[in-house]
């Protein structure tokens, strides 16, 4: 179930939309996660520990004591803030995380490769089949439903149809961890997805979105060939 409802944007996603659209792609797929982050280090968790059994860690203020402990919503909290009030950062902040923003690239596609194991654990094919059939399925359909039919512009509908097949993010190994889950089933499903994921995106990238006639304001195409 973690598996299915999240995704891994900040890791996966980032790096190859910095690459593709640059800066003004990252603005959409960072509206995409504000909704995935809740999802991910708030409803995920309660899953896991409601599936799991453990009532005592799914107490209120257990819950609230996790989700104040998780760095990334911290900082989407403290920023929707920052922007509702229209609290200007200065300018000497601006310029220390622009530069460190320049590491996030190659750092992000290290630690996919270091996270990356092609170890898979025997004995589940018939379960792990029936999770991607269902992740992914769900996915390409609500994806292409949204990207044909949304009355919103292109870039909007193409960061739908890409955050929906999105492999699951590393969070869901240290809830197996803690709610006692199979972590070598849950290991191989994640390696599993970043595979599926990254393909699945090569072909849309380049069949949809780098097609003659395709075009999305604003955002400047790097061509993938």
Not at 67 to 77: A, E, M, N, V, W
Not at 152 to 171: C, H, N, Q, R
Not at 195 to 210: K, Q
Request: charged share 10%; with cysteine; proline share 5%.
């Amino acid at each position: 179930m973690i598996h299915i409802i999240t995704s891994s944007v900040g890791l996966f996603a980032y790096p190859l939309v910095e690459g593709l659209f640059g800066f003004d792609g990252l603005k959409y797929f960072g509206m995409f996660d504000v909704g995935n982050a809740f999802i991910v280090f708030g409803l995920s968790y309660i899953i896991a520990g409601v599936y799991a059994g453990s009532a005592g860690m799914l107490e209120t203020r257990s819950i609230i004591v996790k989700l104040s402990k998780s760095i990334p919503l911290q900082t989407y909290l403290i920023m929707c803030l920052i922007n509702i009030i229209g609290f200007e950062l200065p300018e000497i902040v601006l310029d220390v995380t622009s530069v460190i923003s320049g590491a996030n690239m190659p750092l992000s596609l290290l630690l996919l490769g270091l996270y990356l194991n092609f170890s898979f654990a025997k004995g589940y094919g018939k379960l792990i089949a029936k999770f991607l059939f269902t992740k992914y399925g769900i996915g390409l359909i609500a994806g292409f439903a949204c990207y044909l039919w949304l009355p919103v512009e292109e870039m909007f509908k193409f960061t739908l149809l890409i955050g929906f097949i999105l492999p699951t993010p590393a969070s869901v190994l240290p809830y197996a961890i803690m709610f006692g889950y199979n972590q070598r089933l849950v290991g191989t499903a994640s390696n599993i997805t970043m595979i599926i994921s990254f393909i699945l995106i090569w072909l849309i990238v380049n069949l949809i979105v780098f097609k003659p006639g395709t075009i999305i304001p604003n955002v400047p195409l790097i061509s993938c060939g």
